[in-house]
């Protein structure tokens, strides 16, 4: 904590520096600062902080351990190679899409992008990478190892249809996309879940990239990599859907980097959520929001339903991606923060 003149009102072994508290001013102008032993607090501030840059990352060592061959998208277990496509049932959805009472994945709303999807139900998923405009839909899948979702390097190319009409639909899902919008479906995550690091935010990119985890999802990452559980620099993140049922519920431990983090519903996270992308521009929709409320600025929810109880608790022993050096202070802000009864 830093008192009024920017100086800290404890040291480095926790004891209270000696002040003057008949003179000491409260107000909103306080910041709270954390402390850990390995953050070296001689770095100057800066707004460009380590882990959120786009150049901060390179996930191309995890797409290069797994291997180039192609493995049967029909398979009971897959591991180690490119998810395939050939046999492999699909199905059209939209992104964004509407309530689930108001027939949810498969009907749009507004203008939203088609997706034509390849459906991998009740698979165990080892080792593998979903190319580029696969737009996979997982249902009740367990995946271990890394799941590395790759995209278009520079950005995705996002356009919408002309028209919603079948026959435009339909020739609009026919061309090639460069962007991976996947959906998981009650999964179970033992590994980590990487992607590649697009350059850009192109417009609409948080339809295109875009990792959706519906139902219930639990995380527990036992794999090697430990310095991330979902590593999807400039990707769209979002965990659990609005309006949720009440028995549904997303647990995960590890860190999740995205470049816009939506948790919504109900949700235990154990370990830390990096939100890249600056929104500060836009005063409401896909702007980075924990917990859904009416008329919060920014969540998508427009609907009385959509509650939950979310719990976040940091995991002190849990690396952190690229190491952030630099210290984090938190400055509050009052007008931030309001209630309706």
Known sequence: MLDASGNPVYDADGKRVPVDYANRIYSAADEVQAYHKNINYGQPRSTQMTGMQIADYDTSSYKAAISTTVRSGTASVIEDGVLGTTGVSTVTEYFPHAPLDSGGYTTRSGNSLPLKRYIYQDKTIRNVVVKTGTNALFKNCTFEGVLYVDTAYSGPSVSLPSSYTS?????????????????????????????????????????????????????????SIQEATILAPHFNVNLGNTNPNASENNVLTGAIVGGIVDVRGNAQIYGTIISMADTSAYSSGYVTNIGVTLEDGGSETTEAGDVGVISITPDEDTMLPSGIKSPIIIKPDPKTYSETI
């Open 167 to 223: 026959s435009a639909i339909s020739t609009f899902l026919s061309t090639t996309k460069n962007y991976n919008n996947i959906r998981f479906e009650n999964c179970t995550f033992n590994g980590v879940i990487v992607t590649n690091t697009p350059q850009a935010l192109n417009s609409n990119w948080w339809m295109a990239n875009n990792l959706y985890f519906t139902g219930e999802a639990t995380f527990e990452n036992r794999s």
